[in-house]
Each structure stands twice: as structure tokens, then as C-alpha cells.
């Protein structure tokens, strides 16, 4: 049971660091021309020939019970369509920055829903740890990017499709029987079916101007899809919705400091402050659960 935590841990802050890192590589396969909404179409599609590759490797068939695809469905849905096309058209009104620190609220959202959909236990412990990780979530936040009521909402409500993602991910009853990769591809397979609709519809499909621009699509769906997503979804079987929530945080303190390695950019005071808040509190509820299973 104890290696089975601290390898839940592990997967979920591997994929939140690789989340993180997304924001870099993006830029540049939006500059050879391809829209937010065309990336998460190709980051699903490019994906799909390799996870069925490993799924066939890994597993041996792509089979699934049918009675599971209705809910894999929903779990698509919510985590890999509606969540990016609400963040992404938020980006229209509001800048990233404010966004993002709206979009994580998710992990506050997670617990509320549990306790009321889920009847869900809430501990002290994970109450404390989810405090200081909106404390610090706050303090990214920029008082002079301005306000804007659609911006704002269209934000506040892809952080609640996320955290509906998450409860749904963790409440996955065919776990057991529908494997990873297997579980990745179709996930891929029903995304890339929406993002395709809603690209068509919205006028927003656009490919890449270059061959560069088709490596950088591919090696990023092959780092999303094949990496974050899939260590994501097994980090949540494994420590469930709650902690998975808020050990995620990671993902835009990586940003925030990727984005100064990289690209030179400044950090504040108060954001380091929230950094190590976000940083305390996933700390915090890896402790208190090595705690509990020494009793």
C-alpha cells in the first residue's frame, strides 16, 4: 500500500511538471501558424497510432468492455475537450496569467464536490492542505491585468470541468480491466473526434506552415498524451481525486519557472511566496498520509 502512494506521488508531480512545460513548447507551434484549438486537435490525433502501439504491446488488443465507454466518454469530454476550449476562449478576455490562477480552483472544487456528491471523508489535514495551496494560487494573481465578467467565468468554469474530470477519473469502476495506454487511446480517440467538430465549426483549424511545425505537434502530443496525461490518470487510481488535485499545483510553479529560465521573465516577491505555499502544501499531504500508515 505504501509503495502504492508514493508511486501515485510520483506519477501525478511527473505529469504536473510536464503540464507545466507545455506553455514553452506551444509558443512555438503557435508561431508556425497552428490555433489552440487546432493543438489540442493534433496533440489527441497525432497521439493515437503510438498509444495503440503500446496499448497492442502492453496489453495485447485495444478491446474494452462496451458498458465502460459511455463513462470514458464523459471522462474525455470534461478533462480533454470542454476543460481546454472554455481555458483557451478565457485567454480572449483575460490574460493567461489570471486565468490560470482562476483555473485552479479545481482542487477546492474537488473536495466540495466529494463531500457533497461523494460523501467523501475530508480531513483536517487536506483542509490545511488546500488552504495554503489557494493562498498561494492567489498570489500569482495580477491586480492590473484587469476585469472582464466572460473572461472570468469561461476560466472559473474550466477549473470546475477539470474537477469534475478528476472525480470521474478516480471514481472509474473498469480501472482493473482497461489498462493504461488502452485507456489513454480511447480517451484520445473521443477528444480528437470533438476537437475536430468544434475546430470545424469555429473556423479555428489551422496545421503547421512547416515540417518543424509537424515535428513539434507530434513530440508535443507524444509528451502530453503518451507522458503527463497517462502518468495523471495512473496517479489518480492510485492516491484518488483529492490528493491528485492538489499535488498538481506543481504545474504552474513549473511554468513560472521555466518561463524564467527560458524566456527571461521577472518573478515577484509574492509570487515566490505562493510558489512555496503551493510547494508546502503538497509536501503537507504527502506527510500526513506517510503518517496515517505508520499508525
Known sequence: MKTKMIKG????????????CMPLMAKLIYAEGVTPMSLVLLRNLLSLPILACLAFARHGSLKIPLRAL?????????????????????????NSGTATVLHFIYPAVVVIFGMLFLKSRVRAGNIVSLVLCLAGILLFYDPNAGF??????LALLSGISYAAYILLLS?????????????CFY??????VVMLAVC?????????????GWGLCLLFALTLNVGAVLFFQ??????????ASILSTVEPITSLFAGVIVFDEKLSALTVI???????ASVLIAVLDAKKKEK
Open 171 to 183: 471514481g472509474f469502476r473498469y480501472k482493473e480491466e482497461i489498462k493504461g495506454f488502452t485507456f
Open 148 to 153: 472582464h465578467p466572460l473572461g472570468f467565468a
Open 274 to 280: 505562493g510558489a512555496v505555499l503551493v510547494l508546502s
Open 200 to 212: 470545424l465549426i469555429s473556423g479555428n483549424l489551422a496545421f503547421p506552415r512547416s515540417l518543424l
Open 70 to 94: 459511455p463513462k470514458m466518454s464523459l471522462i474525455a469530454l470534461m478533462g480533454c475537450s470542454i476543460t481546454p476550449i472554455l481555458l483557451f476562449y478565457s485567454y480572449q478576455y483575460i
Open 234 to 243: 495512473m496517479g489518480t487510481f492510485l492516491i484518488g481525486g483529492e490528493r
Open 187 to 192: 480517451v484520445a480517440a473521443v477528444c480528437s
Open 9 to 20: 506521488y510520483l506519477f501525478v508531480i511527473v505529469s504536473a511538471f510536464i503540464f507545466g
